[in-house]
């Protein structure tokens, strides 16, 4: 699950369980160079197996921190997760995080990036065909469109493995923890700090479950329930996206700023789906597809922020120029990553048919599209190895915070509160509020929350 209009789970092979301690070979210290973002900001590289299991073959993960600024009082490791999947976490901490992380944390941690497999400098996953056929419909209700479908995913697939090579099958999250292990190793730390928004709470999970005495504090801000089964993940996608929905109608009811203030912003985006089904919403020559604008108009409620640009693309929509609406997911260079990292830890053997009508009728407005709508039916018949199969949390350190808001489109609030009870001893703290996970933008109380838990360890305070 992606972190922004930008982050994001058949049933494959259980997580093995591997000693806490295992790696696959003791890891050289890091050479650290400063970096071309931001010269405050030191980057590396670490070399890992390719494939964990046996060792075979390497691959050069990029890494970069940013050093605590006071090393009198260092606390140790902090390793962030921004979410996704599919941009460059080394990057995005040499270039932002003097600006996106409190003073306080980046006083007494180095904070660290890490690009995992199929992302930014590591590999990043390329294609040679487009991540969408146009002839597939992504809500088939026949056997035979599942089946057109699941041959389209699988081309797309086959397409990224012919061009970015063996690493396409080593980009699941259980690989990607054993790469952080094997990161925490070469950093001389005994254990770490993690702080992971939406999809990095699915690899904390991976983590906690395989390094659990290597963690400090876990910290999972927008949590995604990965013992819960595809299907069910559908439904409450779904209905926490037609609440998003009905939360930006009600905003443009009450405030005189949005764009469609005074307007019935339910037939605006009736009339602006109708103009796209019939070929006449256009981006430039382009015709602009319904999906598109389902897709554009969930992305943009990841974000409290986006709600006025939401209000003034449906509006510029309904005239017939869909430029602002068709910058949702699909365009997304990362896309391609997104996709082929996510579908190998999304089980996507599910009665598709049976899960259209569900979704429709949950969340009637969009069609039925949600974010994880596309990630479940962009995974059927992908062609690389799944390898998490759905279960509760198997153990956890007991510094764990959970982090969930109220109206979050993306990971509902029931998957924290579900996780909550997966783990003893952990904490929950919830927001009120619009948008998916509160780093850094959504929420402030929240983002102190995690702030102080990282210094302290110290219970918060379980409502913002």
């Known amino acids: 699950m992606r972190r922004t209009g930008a982050a994001v789970l058949a049933f494959g092979v259980a997580l093995t369980a591997v000693p806490a301690t295992a790696t696959a070979t003791a890891a050289p210290a890091l050479d650290w160079k400063r970096c071309a973002e931001d010269s405050t900001s030191q980057c590396s590289a670490l070399t890992v197996p390719l494939d964990w299991a046996n060792s075979s073959g390497k691959i050069e993960l990029a890494v970069s921190r940013a050093p605590a600024r006071d090393p009198g009082r260092r606390l140790g490791v902090l390793m962030f997760n921004p979410g996704g999947p599919g941009a460059g976490t080394a990057e995005t901490v040499a270039k932002w995080a003097s600006t996106s992380f409190p003073a306080e944390i980046l006083d007494r941690f180095d904070v660290i990036g890490l690009d995992f497999r199929g992302t930014g400098r590591t590999t990043p996953v390329q294609c040679a065909l487009p991540a969408h056929d146009p002839l597939?419909?992504?809500?088939?209700?026949?056997?035979?469109?599942?089946?057109?479908?699941?041959?389209?995913?699988?081309?797309?697939?086959?397409?990224?493995?012919?061009?970015?090579?063996?690493?396409?099958?080593?980009?699941?999250?259980?690989?990607?923890?054993?790469?952080?292990?094997?990161?925490?190793?070469?950093?001389?730390?005994?254990?770490?700090?993690?702080?992971?928004?939406?999809?990095?709470?699915?690899?904390?999970?991976?983590?906690?479950?395989?390094?659990?005495?290597?963690?400090?504090?876990?910290?999972?801000?927008?949590?995604?329930?990965?013992?819960?089964?595809?299907?069910?993940?559908?439904?409450?996608?779904?209905?926490?996206?037609?609440?998003?929905?009905?939360?930006?109608?009600?905003?443009?009811?009450?405030?005189?700023?949005?764009?469609?203030?005074?307007?019935?912003?339910?037939?605006?985006?009736?009339?602006?789906?109708?103009?796209?089904?019939?070929?006449?919403?256009?981006?430039?020559?382009?015709?602009?597809?319904?999906?598109?604008?389902?897709?554009?108009?969930?992305?943009?409620?990841?974000?409290?922020?986006?709600?006025?640009?939401?209000?003034?693309?449906?509006?510029?929509?309904?005239?017939?120029?869909?430029?602002?609406?068709?910058?949702?997911?699909?365009?997304?260079?990362?896309?391609?990553?997104?996709?082929?990292?996510?579908?190998?830890?999304?089980?996507?053997?599910?009665?598709?048919?049976?899960?259209?009508?569900?979704?429709?009728?949950?969340?009637?407005?969009?069609?039925?599209?949600s974010e994880f709508w596309d990630i479940a039916s962009g995974c059927l018949g992908w062609t690389q190895p799944v390898r998490w199969s759905p279960h509760p949390w198997r153990t956890a350190p007991p510094s764990t915070l959970l982090v969930s808001g109220e109206h979050d489109v993306a990971t509902p609030r029931e998957w924290a509160e579900n996780v909550r009870r997966q783990i003893p001893g952990s904490h929950l703290v919830t927001w009120k509020g619009f948008g998916h996970a509160s780093w850094s933008a959504n929420n402030r109380c929240a983002h102190l929350a995690i702030r102080n838990y990282l210094l302290s360890l110290a219970a918060p305070a379980a409502q913002c």
């Not at 089946?147 to 259980?174: I, Q, R, W």
């Not at 037939?267 to 020559?285: C, D, F, P, T, Y």
């Not at 309904?318 to 997911?329: A, F, I, N, R």
Request: aromatic share 6%.
């Open 136 to 369: 597939a419909d992504r809500f088939p209700t026949t056997a035979r469109g599942v089946a057109h479908l699941a041959k389209s995913n699988a081309a797309f697939a086959e397409s990224c493995v012919a061009k970015t090579g063996p690493a396409m099958a080593h980009l699941d999250t259980a690989t990607i923890a054993r790469d952080m292990d094997a990161l925490r190793e070469a950093l001389g730390e005994k254990q770490i700090s993690y702080l992971g928004i939406s999809y990095g709470t699915m690899l904390g999970q991976a983590y906690a479950e395989l390094f659990p005495h290597r963690l400090r504090a876990l910290v999972l801000d927008g949590v995604v329930d990965r013992s819960l089964s595809t299907a069910q993940m559908l439904r409450d996608n779904a209905e926490a996206t037609q609440d998003g929905w009905a939360y930006f109608v009600d905003w443009c009811a009450r405030e005189v700023s949005c764009a469609l203030h005074g307007k019935d912003a339910r037939q605006v985006l009736r009339e602006v789906i109708a103009r796209a089904e019939s070929g006449e919403l256009k981006a430039g020559n382009r015709n602009v597809t319904a999906r598109e604008v389902q897709a554009s108009v969930t992305g943009s409620m990841n974000l409290a922020g986006l709600l006025p640009k939401l209000a003034q693309g449906l509006l510029a929509a309904s005239t017939g120029d869909g430029s602002q609406v068709s910058e949702g997911m699909f365009s997304s260079p990362i896309y391609p990553s997104y996709r082929s990292i996510i579908c190998q830890d999304v089980p996507a053997r599910f009665d598709v048919p049976t899960a259209v009508r569900e979704s429709r009728a949950l969340n009637p407005e969009l069609g039925g599209y």
